[in-house]
């Protein structure tokens, strides 16, 4: 498994952008099919965005579409959201997540897909 840490979060104010980044440790990262999920207090924890191995793929909650980027470094071996326009509802503690395997298969937008998680990076949106 590869270990994964997030940074990046913070408080912003409604409109405002945020980038997170998740560092990977290990060799094998480009095997890696990677995600972005959130969770708000008392919510469950939601997928956000996940991309491909070679980052040709990638997939967006309609909650964030047009609004989120993400985006990897297989040589640095980072995984990066570009978070723009963002609002309220968007305050959560975003989780980095990897799912070993080059398929892009498989249901990418369910968590119990993703095999090593980050520690979580807290996003405050404020209005």
């Known amino acids: 498994q590869v270990q994964l840490v997030e940074s990046g979060g913070g408080l912003v104010q409604a409109g405002g952008s945020l980038r997170l980044s998740c560092a990977a440790s290990?060799?094998?990262?480009?095997?890696?099919?990677m995600g972005w999920f959130r969770q708000a207090p008392g919510k469950e924890r939601e997928f956000v965005a996940a991309i491909s191995w070679s980052g040709g793929d990638t997939l967006y909650a309609d909650s964030v579409k047009g609004r989120f980027t993400i985006s990897r470094d297989n040589a640095k071996n980072t995984v990066d959201l570009q978070m723009n326009s963002l609002k309220p509802e968007d305050t959560a503690v975003y989780y980095c997540?990897?799912?070993?395997?080059?398929?892009?298969?498989?249901?990418?937008?369910?968590?119990?897909?993703?095999?090593?998680w980050g520690q979580g990076t807290q996003v405050t949106v404020s209005s």
């Open positions: 290990g060799r094998t990262f480009s095997t890696y099919a």
């Open positions: 997540a990897g799912r070993y395997g080059r398929s892009w298969y498989g249901d990418l937008m369910s968590r119990y897909e993703y095999n090593s």
